[in-house]
């Protein structure tokens, strides 16, 4: 979940409203549907799907190569003929073929007779079949044999079938033929390389493959393997290129069969990953509502406000007491907020905006009832704003990032929440405000309502030369009576310093509050970098050090109280 979620999680929590969290039981299906996909077995193919061989050439050897070169595996193999009669043009084999653990290819060898008859091109085929155990046949489970008499080297190009091809994104490889036309005397080497131009990106849909492939003398087919990378995409369909490059052998080799050397290869989806994909999806999809912070009607939002509390209808859940009590402590504030517009309504701009008046508003009553408050406990209005203010705007800061910490395996989104918080309330919260008022009074000047702020007028009304904001006007009635005061002599020297005006705001503690709110943070910091060369993380870890980092930022706070009261106090 996201940091905005957290929040609406902590704050709900707080005010006994429905959170968000994920089922188990979905948590579990998903997990379950990324194991599905087991390991394939072992592939077995003969190596060549043609070969020619002259009639003089006495025999012909057929390579079989297996996958994976792990364990014992034997295949069936046998001679059939076509056009070529066994016993008259080649001597038929027939067998099991055994592979040791870790041999990847073996040889089967067909004796070939010669006559002194004129005939035509004679063929047979060697096939294999039944492989054991835990195995497949490949794409090439026999290997055409032509005897020619032909001492042409031939000239190389893409099969036909591999000239536009589809393969699927869980298939582990595109297997792309290339053929030895009009001839077979000699070697013929090739170079070839992988293209990412139709859409498909080199190292995250395929493999990245380049090399050389010989056709010795009487081989007819090869096939290049390019390993294809699944990345369980909705719906894809990407393709890329497989060039021959350069074909170096005798004579007419050299130039490509009828410019035959580009391979298409198009990655699609298949069906298995699909319907991965789609039940993935109704996992996510299902109770979505739950993870929705946005409202579309009055009606949903006066419905949740009054009826949705804790998590009354969660799987064997149910709105507990402490809920009850919060959602009708809270009950008057969600019924008020209920009233702010959808965010369906006008892309969430009326939303926005009657919320940053919903939220000026509370600030206004707050600050006043805060005032109010320690007026009657005795408390300065400094020391109100760092203790009981501080630690209601907070809250919901701190259940935030406790439950971020929780459920994030880092914690940037814990310590994010935090710093990010406090900067928009430094940066927006006294920043827009101090703008504002700063070019209201440089456009305005000094006229009639200055002058009854902050001019004489007020000085002789009040006794006191600036007043500033409300919670700074307390502070210069109580100590503007003494000799002593630092507001003694202020209008006098703001007039004569800033005779055209301006917005004036009295530091008072300030600057001595900010310096140890800095040396505390200071201290934090380097408390969770030195966690990190250390134990090796910033937060969690055994006991002891939770413990300990808790107990230091607990005490750092007090004593951020403490000072700040012995200075606005006079201790100090």
Known sequence: MSRAHYRVNAIRSLTGGRRMRPKRSSQVEVARLRRRCDDEPDE???ETEAMYVMENGKEVNIKVRRLKPRGVLEVEYETVGVTATAGEDFIAVSGTLRFEDGELVKALSVEILDDDEAEEDETFYLRIWNPRPAAKIGRFDRCMVTIVDDDEPGQIGIDPRSRDMTVHDRDESADVIVRRYNGSAGDIH??????????????????????????????????IRVPILSTMEYGKDKAFHLTLLKADGVRGAKDFYNEQHLARIRIVQDEQTKQVLEDLTKLVQHDLKK????????????????????????????????????????????????????????????????SLAYIGALTAVIGDLASIFGCLAGLEDGFTAITFVALGTSLPDTFASKAAAESDETADASVGNVTGSNSVNVFLGLGLPWSIAAIYWAVTGVNAEWRKQYGEEGNERKGVGVAVAETARKTVRTHSESASSPFAGLVKNMIDEYPEGGFVVIADSLGF???????????????????????????GGPAGPQLATGALFVALWLFYIVMSWLQIYGHI
């Open 44 to 46: 077995v193919n003969v």
């Open 190 to 223: 090739v170079s070839y390389e992988t293209n990412a131009d139709g859409g498909a990106v080199a190292g995250v849909d395929f493999t990245q493959t380049e090399g050389q492939i010989c056709f010795g003398p009487g081989e007819m087919v090869k096939m």
């Open 513 to 539: 509050s900010v310096g140890i709110f800095c040396i505390c943070a200071i201290l934090c910091i380097g408390t969770l970098v030195a966690r990190r060369a250390f134990l090796g993380y910033e937060l």
């Open 291 to 354: 993870y929705e912070i946005g409202t579309s009607s009055y009606v949903e939002q006066f419905r949740r406000a009054l009826f949705e509390i804790g998590d009354a209808d969660e799987e064997g859940g149910g709105a507990t007491m402490t809920d009850l009590v919060l959602h009708g402590v809270s009950l008057p504030f969600k019924l008020l907020f209920a009233t702010i517009p959808p965010t369906d309504y006008g892309n969430a701009w009326p939303c926005f905006f009657v």
